[in-house]
């Protein structure tokens, strides 16, 4: 079954330090893999996201990733972080036949001053 | 930035009282989704559509959840009779395409709390 494990339910970092954040999915085949944020009262927007090609993605707002096959991840990282980067972060892999996305349970970020 | 309008951004509802939300699409994006986020950040799909067509749902949708996206008009997912397990943040969110890894675009969402 597919699935998308978020090892990290909390990471707090300084603002102007590096944040690395974790996902490992399980996928026969090729995934599409997506990184969203989740700001407060807000919806969720995109972060990154994987279909093929590179493994190393650009996304907004400064991340980039990396995918890896052979280690079932994508883990995105930004190398410094502000304290508006405060926020849930979720990773999510599309389930098969395209129909709905298949989320982890999310990691706060929490940037202090 | 996402264009998809949900509303009410917040409803409070007593259990056993209906409970429904609407959601307009981004422009020129025929399918839609539902999803509930609940208090410990976990998603459920709930149902989606291609223009009016359900293209797939979930049991607990059939059940007490029904929904409809007609032409003209919001979409809408409606609680027929809210319990307390159904507090949770409601997501719609819409696409260009029901293809596999097809962006997806979320809108603020409906927060229900059922007391």
């Known amino acids: 079954a597919q699935s998308v494990t978020q090892p990290d339910a909390r990471v707090t970092v300084s603002q102007g330090a590096s944040l690395q954040l974790r996902c490992k999915y399980s996928?026969?085949?090729?995934?599409?893999l997506f990184w969203y944020v989740q700001y407060p009262r807000q919806g969720l927007q995109l972060l990154l996201k994987y279909y093929s090609g590179d493994p190393v993605v650009q996304g907004v707002n400064g991340f980039e990733a990396e995918f890896s096959k052979s280690n079932s991840s994508f883990h995105p990282r930004k190398a410094s972080v502000h304290w508006s980067d405060s926020a849930v972060y979720f990773c999510?892999?599309?389930?098969?036949?395209?129909?709905?996305?298949?989320f982890g349970t999310g990691t706060t970020v929490s940037v202090s001053p | 930035n996402s264009k998809v309008i949900q509303t009410p951004r917040y409803l409070v509802k007593g259990q056993g009282q209906k409970a429904k939300m609407r959601c307009i699409p981004e422009k020129g994006h025929p399918v839609v989704f539902w999803y509930q986020q609940n208090k410990n950040n976990e998603f459920k799909f709930l149902i989606n559509?291609?223009?009016?067509?359900?293209?797939?749902q979930i049991d607990m949708t059939e059940k007490r959840f029904s929904a409809e996206c007609p032409s003209n008009s919001p979409c809408s997912l409606e609680i027929q009779s809210s319990e307390a397990g159904d507090s949770a943040l409601y997501l719609c969110a819409s696409s260009l395409s029901s293809g596999t890894g097809t962006e997806v675009f979320f809108g603020k969402g409906t927060r229900l709390t059922v007391v």
């Open positions: 999510a892999v599309s389930a098969k036949g395209g129909r709905a996305l298949i």
């Open positions: 996928y026969s085949g090729t995934p599409y």
């Open positions: 559509f291609q223009n009016q067509e359900v293209l797939q």
